[in-house]
């Protein structure tokens, strides 16, 4: 029987506090300015690697979303980009993920799948990278990916390739809400800004970096944004859910990434869990915490 070594991580997914877009490069992309938190909600990827290995063999499964295995899957590109940057050439190894992030939603769960393959490669096989080594390797996959490795609570700019740190979040409680048939492309979205060309202003970062440092709950509400909520439909659902959540003691309400999910910040469970009752069927909900930069994602 073959020897096998396997080890279960935690994927967080992200909420971006505040989102700016402030110019389209040369190359394609987007520069960005953001304040992003991971949550625990969380995917768990179970990840094995099979010791008489003789050739080279990836293979994904993805309970939840089973129309994105292997090559389609971002876990199998993190992996190859892995085993590319180390020069393995012989491994068999199988990735299991139990998908609980909704995808399309602006939550990175795809990237913080693919980051969590890379903490799980890197111990299985005992390549010991150091954080930069794998925010280099996850810079190929995925604009998120760094800061997925990275955790917590962060500022990131450029594509997401720069990230620095940034005064923890003050919340406790979190509500999120994936409106229901309500999916987002995030290249159409891009587009919709190139096409309405309503960048971001640097001066709105900086607000929003003093207040992160204040930890005042408040100044940082006042200073939230979203560039992307700019060229949503104004008879989208997700107004109404952030409506919903403000009239029910929701500090702020904002939507994540390039939506369609929606955050509110509370002060407790109680006043989410009225919240969430208001929102009733027109979103799947969760309640969530932070996932800090020193929290355990290995399992086991």
């Given at each position: 029987m073959e020897n096998i070594k396997k080890i279960s991580v935690l994927a967080p997914a992200k909420i971006n506090l505040y989102l700016?877009?402030?110019?389209?490069?040369?190359?394609g992309y987007h520069d960005i300015e953001s304040v992003m938190q991971t949550i625990d909600l969380?995917?768990?990827?179970?990840?094995?690697?099979?010791?008489?290995?003789?050739?080279?063999?990836?293979?994904?499964?993805?309970?939840?979303?089973?129309?994105i295995n292997d090559e389609k899957n971002i876990a199998y590109k993190?992996?190859?980009?892995?085993?590319?940057?180390?020069?393995?050439?012989?491994?068999?190894?199988?990735?299991?993920i139990d998908k609980k992030i909704p995808m399309e939603a602006g939550l990175g769960g795809g990237s913080s799948d693919a980051a969590a393959t890379l903490h799980a490669l890197d111990n299985l096989f005992g390549t010991k990278l150091t954080e930069?080594?794998?925010?280099?390797?996850?810079?190929r996959v995925g604009a998120d990916v760094p800061f997925l490795l990275r955790r917590g609570t962060a500022y990131v700019q450029g594509i997401g390739e720069i990230i620095s740190d940034c005064t923890p979040s003050p919340f406790?409680?979190?509500?999120v809400a994936f409106p229901n048939g309500e999916k987002v492309s995030t290249k159409e979205a891009y587009a919709k800004i190139d096409s309405a060309r309503i960048f971001s202003s640097r001066e709105d970062f900086e607000k929003m970096k003093e207040a992160m440092r204040s930890c005042d709950i408040y100044r940082i509400a006042d200073a939230s944004a979203n560039i992307f909520e700019d060229?949503?439909?104004?008879?989208?659902?997700?107004?109404?859910?952030?409506?919903?959540?403000?009239?029910?003691?929701?500090?702020?309400?904002?939507?994540?990434?390039?939506?369609?999910?929606?955050?509110?910040?509370?002060?407790?469970v109680r006043t989410a869990k009225r919240a969430r009752e208001a929102i009733g069927d027109a979103a799947q909900t969760f309640i969530s915490g932070i996932f800090t930069?020193?929290?355990s994602y290995i399992e086991n």
């Open positions: 700016g877009v402030v110019s389209h490069r040369e190359d969380c995917d768990k990827l179970t990840v094995s690697s099979y010791e008489s290995a003789d050739s080279a063999d990836i293979t994904v499964s993805c309970r939840g979303a089973e129309s993190a992996a190859r980009a892995f085993f590319d940057h180390t020069k393995i050439e012989k491994y068999n190894v199988n990735i299991e930069s080594e794998l925010c280099l390797i996850g810079a406790v409680t979190i509500l060229v949503i439909p104004n008879d989208s659902v997700i107004f109404r859910i952030k409506e919903d959540m403000k009239k029910n003691g929701a500090l702020f309400s904002l939507m994540s990434g390039s939506g369609s999910a929606v955050f509110g910040i509370f002060d407790d930069r020193d929290a």
